[in-house]
């Protein structure tokens, strides 16, 4: 029955994928590629990083996510014609810690990717991200998008309500996606939760008890006892292994944004006035020689 209802459950949001593009379909365009068309990428030539450690021992469940990402050969570069795999390991190494807040910002994403790229491959130049100001949320986004402060395309919410959730943006497509957790498994005190859903499994953790506990040991200027420190944590580690025990679709939520304007959800005062133009992967589509050896025309500079 269980692996039943998991299946219903992957089967609805491939459904809900497909209703989403139709929705956006009113802006959307042609994407840069298509696989297996246009492009013939190779996936899954690398084994992803799914070895636990002190630091990251939530790579080992089961549900992990993991993120087959496109790359260019180098700055100026062409498109690379396979994949290289991201798991939630590689992204603690970028962060800095194993916070609760980076794995449920990239759980939210790989649910928006589906979305996004339903081919599976994450094409991380042509991506722009919103979080929250939360360094666990931004570094999550700025990570697996590739979007940056300086490039323009890595953002803060206006409206503080989404502080816990994230916006992927596809640039050649125009699809833009709100994703966040379900109702059930969120623990801000005193903010919603921005999509309708709601987990209808049990956590192991009350999320109640840990929004109090949060609500002091987050408290600016507070002095939680070492205890209530301690604690903390183990929810924090005890809630992020649950999760990944049961499929992301069972806990997260994403929904294509109709009539998407970045400027309408961005803080302003979060940017900045001149952003440098992005150059480093302007060649990823760039034509190949006439053969694969071949030197330089007769007087021409190599």
Same mark, same amino acid.
């Given at each position: 029955?269980?692996?039943?209802?998991?299946?219903?459950? *992957? $089967? @609805? /949001? !491939?459904?809900? &994928?497909?209703?989403?593009?139709?929705?956006?379909? +009113?802006? #959307?365009?042609?994407?840069?590629?298509?696989?297996?068309?246009?492009?013939?990428?190779?996936?899954?030539?690398?084994?992803?990083?799914?070895?636990?450690?002190?630091?990251?021992?939530?790579?080992?469940?089961?549900?992990?996510?993991?993120?087959?990402?496109?790359?260019?050969?180098?700055?100026?570069?062409?498109?690379?014609?396979?994949?290289?795999?991201?798991?939630?390991?590689?992204?603690?190494?970028?962060?800095?810690?194993?916070?609760?807040?980076?794995?449920?910002?990239?759980?939210?994403?790989?649910?928006?990717?589906?979305?996004?790229?339903?081919?599976?491959?994450?094409? *991380? $130049? @042509? /991506? !722009?991200?919103? &979080?929250?100001?939360?360094?666990?949320?931004?570094? +999550?986004? #700025?990570?697996?998008?590739?979007?940056?402060?300086?490039?323009?395309?890595?953002?803060?919410?206006?409206?503080?309500?989404?502080?816990?959730?994230?916006?992927?943006?596809?640039?050649?497509?125009?699809?833009?996606?709100?994703?966040?957790?379900?109702?059930?498994?969120?623990?801000?005190?005193?903010?919603?939760?921005?999509?309708?859903?709601?987990?209808?499994?049990?956590?192991?953790?009350?999320?109640?008890?840990?929004?109090?506990?949060?609500?002091?040991?987050?408290?600016?200027?507070?002095?939680?006892?070492?205890?209530?420190?301690?604690?903390?944590?183990?929810?924090?580690?005890?809630? @992020?292994?649950?999760?990944?025990?049961?499929?992301?679709?069972?806990?997260?939520? +994403?929904? #294509?944004?109709?009539?998407?304007?970045?400027?309408?959800?961005?803080?302003?005062?979060?940017?900045?006035?001149?952003?440098?133009?992005?150059?480093?992967?302007?060649?990823?589509?760039?034509?190949?020689?006439?053969?694969?050896?071949?030197?330089?025309?007769?007087?021409?500079?190599?």
């Amino acid at each position: 029955m269980i692996s039943f209802v998991r299946n219903m459950s *992957r $089967s @609805v /949001l !491939w459904v809900w &994928s497909i209703l989403f593009l139709l929705v956006a379909g +009113a802006t #959307a365009t042609e994407p840069t590629y298509k696989e297996g068309e246009t492009i013939f990428i190779e996936t899954g030539v690398e084994a992803p990083d799914r070895a636990p450690t002190w630091y990251a021992s939530m790579v080992a469940k089961p549900y992990a996510p993991s993120f087959e990402m496109l790359a260019t050969q180098g700055t100026q570069g062409r498109y690379y014609p396979y994949t290289y795999p991201a798991t939630l390991k590689d992204l603690v190494r970028f962060h800095g810690h194993d916070c609760e807040g980076t794995t449920h910002a990239a759980n939210a994403a790989w649910v928006a990717f589906k979305i996004l790229f339903p081919d599976g491959i994450i094409d *991380r $130049s @042509v /991506l !722009w991200g919103i &979080s929250g100001e939360s360094p666990c949320w931004s570094d +999550a986004v #700025a990570f697996l998008t590739g979007a940056r402060l300086q490039y323009g395309n890595l953002g803060f919410f206006k409206d503080k309500r989404y502080s816990h959730a994230i916006v992927l943006y596809r640039e050649d497509t125009k699809v833009a996606v709100l994703a966040t957790w379900k109702e059930g498994i969120n623990n801000i005190p005193g903010e919603p939760v921005m999509l309708p859903g709601k987990v209808t499994w049990k956590p192991k953790i009350t999320m109640k008890d840990v929004e109090a506990l949060k609500a002091i040991v987050k408290k600016a200027g507070g002095k939680p006892t070492p205890y209530q420190v301690d604690l903390m944590r183990y929810q924090q580690w005890v809630h @992020v292994n649950d999760i990944l025990e049961h499929p992301l679709e069972e806990s997260y939520q +994403a929904r #294509a944004i109709e009539n998407f304007k970045w400027e309408e959800w961005i803080d302003p005062a979060k940017t900045i006035s001149k952003p440098h133009e992005r150059t480093d992967t302007r060649l990823k589509n760039y034509p190949y020689r006439s053969r694969p050896i071949e030197a330089p025309a007769v007087g021409a500079k190599p």
